[in-house]
C-alpha cells in the first residue's frame, strides 16, 4: 500500500501514472486504427479496386 499512496500522491508518482495511461491510450487507439486500415484495405483488395 505505500506503494500505491506514493503513486498517487507525489508529483513523480502522478507522472508516472499519467505516463502509464497515456501509452496504454495511445496502444488501444492504434490497435483500433490498425485493424480499421486493414480491414478496409483487405475489402478494397477482395472488391478488386486496388
Not at 502509464?20 to 495511445?26: E, T, Y
Not at 485493424?35 to 478494397?44: F, G, S, Y
Request: aromatic share 10%; proline share 2%.
Amino acid at each position: 500500500m505505500p506503494l500505491l499512496k506514493e503513486l498517487l500522491t507525489t508529483d513523480a508518482g502522478l507522472m508516472s501514472a499519467a505516463g502509464i495511461i497515456f501509452m496504454l491510450g495511445m496502444g488501444v487507439f492504434f490497435m483500433r486504427y490498425f485493424r480499421r486500415h486493414i480491414a478496409e484495405d483487405t475489402a478494397r483488395a477482395k472488391s478488386g479496386k486496388l
